[in-house]
């Protein structure tokens, strides 16, 4: 496993297959609903990395990891001319993690607490 300290300016790409925490996830659909009052979406993991961009999905963006332990990483990247996040994914079981991403899209800020759950097949 990588310290945080090289994992810095490294593209997600070239650190290995999957982070600690998205790896271990069951894999399918997955229901993401903001805290306190905010709306629920609902998403298909296929690899765990899909928490990561949570107002950026459709990008492909530069990623850091910053911290990748076996309950949390926390990942940032930029997404040049929209944006730019930092997520942080802590993992309580196979089924249930959660999400806080905050950063700006498209010369907004943004802040995200959410709970994602596990909703079956995608």
């Not at 998403?43 to 963006?61: A, D, K, P, W, Y």
């Amino acid at each position: 496993m990588m310290s945080a300290g090289a994992a810095v300016g490294l593209p997600a790409a070239a650190q290995g297959p999957e982070l600690a925490v998205l790896g271990t996830l069951d894999k399918g659909a997955w229901t993401v609903r903001v805290r306190p009052d905010g709306p629920t979406t609902r998403i298909c993991v296929r690899t765990g990395q899909e928490f990561i961009q949570l107002r950026h999905r459709q990008l492909n963006c530069d990623r850091f990891v910053v911290d990748d332990q076996p309950g949390e990483t926390t990942v940032q990247y930029t997404c040049r001319g929209h944006g730019y996040g930092r997520t942080s994914v802590r993992r309580e079981g196979n089924r249930l993690v959660q999400l806080r991403s905050q950063g700006t899209e498209d010369g907004k800020p943004f802040s995200v607490d959410a709970e994602a759950r596990y909703a079956g097949a995608c």
